[in-house]
């Protein structure tokens, strides 16, 4: 009952001076809704990037073909074919690595009835789906018996498919790719972008045989551009890797002191690497918008200390009538904690408003989770307490008779 009256007579001091009140609570609600903007973004990032690395598959490993060396000059790496099929199946039979797949990469145009498109042709095995967690939307991928016989099947991706066929199903269809004619057989499940921008759905997959023979005739047979791996489990990435190295060392006849003709990249851990950096920059982001909320509670500080000022012979006559020095103590924490916690109310709904807003027209991914919501009005909170108690202390402790002297 006490805190009722308590926080009826705070009311009454803070709507006595609206404008005052008001700008006051100002600095709180900028500084909350900038914080809940900007984590909000910062969320939003890290799960664009938590969704491009689950779409590129889970436990993930490249080994790319060695670089080359031209007239003294070493060229990138991939450009000496030295993978070969047999490499992708000896590592596909390390007790670590539950699949592999090789893939000869390259881009064609396509065509069907009078629509062409340019896209992506990766030509690989049945593992590839496997090892990118990639499924199916309609129809099935091509077989191993598909890859032996050099079939002309097709597996495409969603865009591949609106751009071709529309709404019409592409499910035995014939393409043509570099002329050469093609059924599909499948439709791949939407992927969405990859952590470098690039359109996982703008792809035809084909078995690697039928890719180097009918589309890529300049490429080597039996060979391949790069190896994709999975291993078999998270805590299994680092035997798996080095098993590979190994392998493929023995494999290659490279000695000791020799330079590898490959190269195994992890890529789960250079994704993670990625979250971690948009982790830490949502942090920063986040704790620069947090310095407003300190200027805004030094602001309430000051002002308080203006109205303890202010209402010096009011706290007399309140003292003087019976009230206890804790009584004042509470009447004013609880009007700091009234300004600090509406600021924040209103700048909660700024902050969520603005991020819909950012999300509408900027076109920018956000995500305001629970989590930011209870920090900034934890932090308010504390803010109001902190910022209000020094005030309030200042208050409790004016001698009645002296408060009652002064004009």
Request: with cysteine; net charge neutral.
């Amino acid at each position: 009952m006490i805190f009722t009256s308590l926080f009826e007579t705070a009311w009454h001091a803070l709507t006595t001076h609206r404008m005052r009140s008001f700008l006051t609570m100002l600095g709180m609600m900028i500084g909350v809704a900038a914080v809940i903007l900007m984590l909000a973004i910062g969320q939003g990032a890290q799960a664009m990037v938590r969704g491009a690395i689950e779409s590129m598959g889970s436990n993930l490993l490249i080994i790319m073909s060695g670089a080359s060396t031209t007239g003294g000059a070493r060229v990138a790496m991939g450009s000496a074919p030295t993978l070969t099929f047999d490499d992708a199946d000896a590592i596909r039979d390390l007790p670590d690595v539950l699949a592999a797949s090789p893939v000869t990469p390259g881009s064609a145009q396509l065509i069907y009835g009078g629509v062409n498109w340019s896209s992506s042709v990766f030509g690989t095995s049945p593992d590839y789906a496997v090892v990118r967690d990639w499924p199916m939307d309609s129809g099935g991928f091509f077989s191993e018996s598909d890859v032996r016989s050099g079939a002309r099947v097709t597996v495409i991706g969603q865009v591949v498919a609106r751009e071709l066929f529309g709404d019409e199903d592409p499910i035995g269809k014939v393409i043509r790719i570099r002329q050469a004619p093609f059924e599909v057989i499948g439709v791949l499940a939407a992927k969405g972008q990859s952590l470098d921008g690039r359109d996982q759905d703008d792809l035809v997959i084909v078995p690697i045989t039928s890719a180097q023979q009918k589309i890529f005739s300049g490429s080597l047979r039996n060979r391949a551009r790069f190896i994709m791996a999975q291993a078999t489990s998270e805590k299994t990435m680092d035997a798996a890797e080095s098993a590979i190295n190994e392998l493929l060392r023995n494999r290659h006849r490279i000695g000791v002191g020799q330079e590898d003709d490959f190269t195994v990249r992890n890529l789960t851990a250079i994704a993670e690497a990625a979250a971690s950096t948009t982790r830490i920059m949502s942090l920063l982001l986040g704790a620069i918008a947090a310095i407003s909320l300190i200027v805004g509670g030094i602001g309430i500080m000051n002002i308080m200390l203006v109205s303890v000022t202010e209402r010096t012979r009011e706290i007399g006559i309140r003292m003087a009538i019976g009230a206890r020095r804790r009584d004042v103590l509470w009447q004013f924490l609880i009007e700091a904690l009234t300004l600090s916690l509406f600021g924040c109310a209103i700048g909660l709904a700024l902050g969520v408003g603005g991020a819909w807003l950012v999300a509408q027209f900027a076109g920018l991914p956000v995500e305001v989770t629970a989590a930011s919501v209870l920090m900034a009005v934890g932090v308010s909170f504390l803010i109001g307490v902190f910022f209000g108690f020094y005030p309030a202390r200042r208050a409790a402790s004016l001698d009645p008779i002296e408060a009652l002297r002064t004009q």
